[in-house]
């Protein structure tokens, strides 16, 4: 029996003159392969972890309205931050003032508005600042070691030995009575950078060691390049959790300056402004105090429960769950 290609599939004939049968390979395509089927996975990302969490959805959600409040504020506003007027003050809670007067007049709700432009720029702002330094110094730090890591690091120290708050209070007071925004940011940001700089390096200390940096150095990168594009993205997690509750402490720390009288100036309304004005008519009119309060306690207990949720969502436990 004999078995011909496609290209000779033509009747043979055998010695005897006999014809042969012959048998063709087929000349279509081969038979598709049954696929097996595979489990579809879900894939447990960070929106799903999200979702499965209602407490710190929620608290994204009135983050999100605060910010968006604040952004948003001039287009929100039925009245101006500064206008006075005499014949409303002391107005309570209303439909036309919904978080009611102040003592010149003025709505609490629009001034509660703009100072979240403020308080949470002042937040934002300042975390940037302490962010850049820290990634800076930290990568540095971890990725040299020997002297420079020594001296970095007991800076660190020395930093975080030292009463924050009233460092910045002493350089506010010493400094011109007006602090503008842009000096408080300076300073809160220049003082919050120790603990993103010790995450940082701490993150970057064990990733040197791995083999893709030395397969970065063998084909000739630079050290900034090393530290930029392969060492710093994996200090996402960590400085993430960082970030957000340095975000808490700012606010809670310009609002404490504003509350004291070196930070934000009025008339420029900022929450801390706000309740420092209002401690006078706490006992008649306790709505111009609770509302800025209010705001500032809000925002803070949001940053912590998101921080909890980003540590626990980024956790190498929880990673290898998914």
Known sequence: ?????????????APEGRA??????PTGPPPSRRRRSVPVRAKHGFLHALKRNPLAFTALVIVGLIVMMAIFAPLLSPYDKDQIDL?????SPSLDHPFGTDDLGRDVFVRVMHGGRVSLSVGFLAMLVALIVGLLAGGVAGYYGGVLDTLV????????AIPVFFVILFISSIMTPRLTVIAVIVMIGFT???????LVRSVVMATKENEFVDAARIIGASDKRIILRHLLPHTTAPVLVAVTLGLAQAIIIESALSFLGFGIQPPTPSWGAMLQNAQGYLATCPWIAVFPGLMIFTTVICCNVLADFL???FSPMNAQRR
Request: glycine letters at 2%; a positive charge; hydrophobic letters at 50%.
């Open 1 to 13: 029996m004999v078995f011909s290609t496609p290209a000779l599939d033509t009747p043979a004939k």
């Open 20 to 25: 042969v049968r012959v048998h063709s390979v």
């Open 192 to 198: 919050q950078w120790m603990e993103v700089a010790r």
């Open 153 to 160: 690091m007991r800076f660190v120290d020395l930093m975080l």
């Open 311 to 313: 540590g626990e969502a």
């Open 87 to 91: 014949t409303k003050q002391y107005l």
